[in-house]
């Protein structure tokens, strides 16, 4: 499935998921997605950004990795549906829009949280969320560097 399908079927999900385990794994799922994301960056995308997509790689790979990794089968995993990534600024801005609530999503449940464990799982997916965005905008300003035309003298 194409990239910026995944990320928008992945907006929904968290935006109407309820209740703390169900935002959590949909948060996972986004986190992955932002690997799965990158990884196919740093591989096949434009030179410029690969170097900033291993880095989101790495940053949404620490997402996952903190958060308890949900029970979901294999064909529930939006990550390992990815098939297309055919505009990189399209997606890109997508990801952007999904890892802001991601870190929104994750304020919420770490601000009324009753265990210690939870909130500080919360709080190292907020930095992690956080982290993956700012790589995000970064490859969006080496897009628009690369594609911003000298004026003819």
Do not use: F, H, N
């Not at 799922?29 to 790689?57: D, F, K, M, Y």
């Not at 600024?89 to 829009?97: I, Y």
């Not at 080496?142 to 035309?149: W, Y």
């Amino acid at each position: 499935m194409e990239a910026v399908r995944l990320i928008l079927t992945g907006r929904r999900a968290l935006a109407g998921s309820s209740g703390v385990p169900e935002t959590l794994t949909e948060v996972w799922q986004a986190q992955a997605l932002a690997q799965a994301i990158g990884s196919r960056l740093a591989v096949s995308g434009p030179p410029e950004l690969r170097g900033e997509a291993l880095g989101l790689t790495e940053l949404a790979g620490r997402g996952c990795g903190v958060l308890d990794a949900p029970d979901l089968d294999p064909g529930d995993l939006r990550a390992a549906q990815l098939t297309e990534l055919d505009d990189a600024r399209e997606a890109l801005l997508s990801l952007g829009r999904l890892l802001g609530e991601v870190g929104m999503a994750l304020v919420g449940i770490a601000s009324g949280a009753d265990e210690e464990g939870t909130y500080w799982q919360c709080m190292e997916a907020i930095d992690a969320a956080d982290e993956s965005r700012d790589r995000v905008r970064e490859m969006l300003r080496k897009l628009a560097d690369r594609d911003q035309v000298l004026p003819e003298r």
